[in-house]
């Protein structure tokens, strides 16, 4: 973008256009020539889009009359920059878009007449204008203040977890390495700590801003070489040394090769920055990309001390709950019972592949919303058991009608599952034939409203010897095939609801068997990526290896 233009500057620059026109009284038109003259200004990109050219204007004013006082400068010309200056008051600076904008807002001037000599509309001019301000608004916004939105209550309220706060003020209160990583899963409030932290500043540190770089408006419109450089820098330069900390969510887009250079180019621009200790930093990522992309980059790493950020238990999200449902309740005009926050806890863990406290806030958010559309002002157990099943994508009616197609145990389970009452897993029965099997799975997916891919098909015979489970559950870091999981694995963290049938089911004891027990007894194992596999949501069939075997045993 061009340089900053003064008032001053202008007249300057006018003046020195005044020569190639030799005219003794300025109007506007000279000053639309002046603005067209800087090579990168918003008038010299925005005409030479529409084919008009400095020389354009040039010839225009030449063969042009004026009836001019004798006066240095215009009325007109006077109105203009008056407008452009009230227009940028706030500001230091008066930018050249600003002179532009003054101008084509004129309701008629020598520079716009000009114009329509070129069939241009001084609208059309506008409306590329306000296109272009919109942008530049949305890049002066690379840095959201979240000190004060912290200050005008536009935050949840912050509750507990006044372990990781305190360790996060002692590593920004550091001389050196005073930066944060924060790695957890994602919903586990990591974005929710660093909220808490601005609350607690306002209390302890006033002078204290805490800032989130929005990386994705920081790389928008970046594509010329050197525009992501000036503009990050830019950024850096305006918070270093000063009271306060930049806090980057999802860090790992700097490095992650989805940006391509671009990506590389953030990452090595922050680290002398980091390293110097003239900015304080919290990043904030997920375990996985953490040690997919961060941890890799040792110079990056090394400058971050890290806090593990884990999903609070049950208990500490009712509090967690409790100390927040005022804000929905006052929103949605309904009332939660301690009774329903329970419920939407209890509801809220059949998402096995979100996390405490981020579905359990979804779900009460939601519930709210849906008594009052319901025109109820108090939240109840329906209305939390409704919802998770519509999230899970099961329609209660329709299941429990398809339920009648099942055998009676088979049933029973479900229905125990419907009400949220299930087992670790959703049944686990042995001895069907294939016959049946086909008539289960068939009227199993009816009812769950799930198709093929949601079944997973896992032979006995395969898995005889322990190091064949590694195409199960996937294979220890540093192996071959680490980073692409195993079979079982990938399917439950895949799908919120699916099927594992279990062929040639044998009674001899195997590996196999010992991880089905740890199922049936916790209802979650983990794989060798460390991921916790939750089989609430899971149907476990078994046929047995001998085809005489048939019927249902629980």
């Known amino acids: 973008m061009v340089d900053d233009i003064l008032y001053n500057d202008i007249i300057h620059l006018m003046d020195a256009t005044k020569t190639e026109v030799q005219y003794t009284c300025l109007g506007t038109e000279i000053l639309l020539l002046a603005l067209v003259s800087i090579p990168d200004s918003m008038t010299h990109l925005i005409l030479q889009e529409l084919k008009v050219s400095k020389e354009n204007i040039l010839d225009a004013i030449h063969h042009s009359y004026f009836l001019r006082k004798d006066a240095p400068y215009t009325s007109r010309l006077k109105e203009v920059i008056a407008r452009a200056q009230k227009l940028e008051s706030e500001k230091e600076y008066v930018y050249d878009e600003a002179y532009l904008y003054s101008l084509l807002s004129s309701e008629d001037n020598a520079a716009i ?47 507990g977890r006044k372990d990781y706060l305190e360790r996060m003020d002692r590593i920004l209160s550091k001389k050196q390495k005073n930066n944060c990583m924060l790695i957890g899963l994602a919903g586990v409030g990591k974005s929710g700590l660093v909220e808490g932290l601005c609350e607690q500043y306002l209390k302890t540190k006033p002078e ?3 800032y989130r770089m929005d990386l994705g408006a920081v790389l928008a419109g970046t594509r ?29 887009n700097i490095l992650s090769t989805g940006y391509a ?48 950020v884990h999903e609070p238990k049950e208990e500490e999200c009712f509090e967690i709950l409790r100390g927040i449902k005022k804000e929905y309740e006052v929103f949605h005009h309904v009332h939660y019972s301690n009774k329903v926050l329970r419920d939407i806890i209890h509801a809220s863990s059949y998402l096995i592949h979100r996390h405490f406290p981020d579905k359990a806030i979804d779900l009460l958010d939601e519930s709210g919303l849906y008594a009052t559309r319901h025109h109820q002002k108090e939240v109840n157990h329906f209305h939390v058991h409704t919802l998770i099943l519509e999230m899970l994508g099961i329609n209660r009616s329709k299941a429990q009608k398809k339920l009648t197609y099942l055998p009676k ?86 799908h919120d609801i ?57």
């Open 208 to 210: 204290v801003t805490i």
């Open 113 to 159: 007449n000009i114009l329509r000599g070129f069939e241009i509309e001084g609208r059309i001019i506008l409306d590329e204008l306000n296109n272009a301000l919109d942008y530049l608004s949305q890049e002066s916004n690379l840095l959201i203040n979240m000190t004060k939105l912290a200050k005008e209550g536009k935050n949840n309220p912050f509750i």
């Open 498 to 554: 699916s099927i594992v049938v279990f062929k040639n089911y044998m009674e001899e004891e195997t590996i196999l068997h010992k991880i089905l027990k740890q199922i049936q007894i916790e209802g979650k194992i983990k794989d060798f990526q460390g991921n916790d596999l939750d089989f609430k949501n899971t149907c476990l069939l078994f046929l047995p290896e001998k085809k005489e075997k048939i019927g249902f045993v629980s």
């Open 261 to 308: 250079e671009s990506s590389m180019d953030i990452a090595n621009l922050l680290k002398p920055y980091l390293a110097r200790s003239s900015l304080k930093c919290i990043g904030a990522t997920t375990t996985e990309e953490y040690y997919k992309y961060i941890d890799k980059d040792k110079a990056l790493s090394r400058r971050f001390q890290n806090i593990y």
């Open 224 to 252: 010329y070489r050197g525009d992501l450089e000036e503009r990050l820098l830019d950024v850096l330069e305006e918070i270093k040394d000063q009271n306060c900390i930049l806090f980057i969510d999802e860090i790992h």
């Open 409 to 494: 145990t088979i049933q029973t389970s479900i229905e125990e599952y419907l009400n949220l009452k299930s087992k670790p897993y959703i049944l686990y029965h042995v001895c069907i034939n294939q016959e049946q099997k086909e008539h289960i799975i068939k009227s199993l997916k009816e009812v769950f409203q799930i198709n093929e891919e949601h079944i997973l098909e896992v032979d006995f015979h395969d898995f005889t010897d322990p190091h064949h489970l590694s195409t199960l559950l996937g294979t220890s870091p540093g192996y071959v095939g680490y980073d692409n999981g195993g079979t079982l694995s990938n399917h439950i963290l895949k």
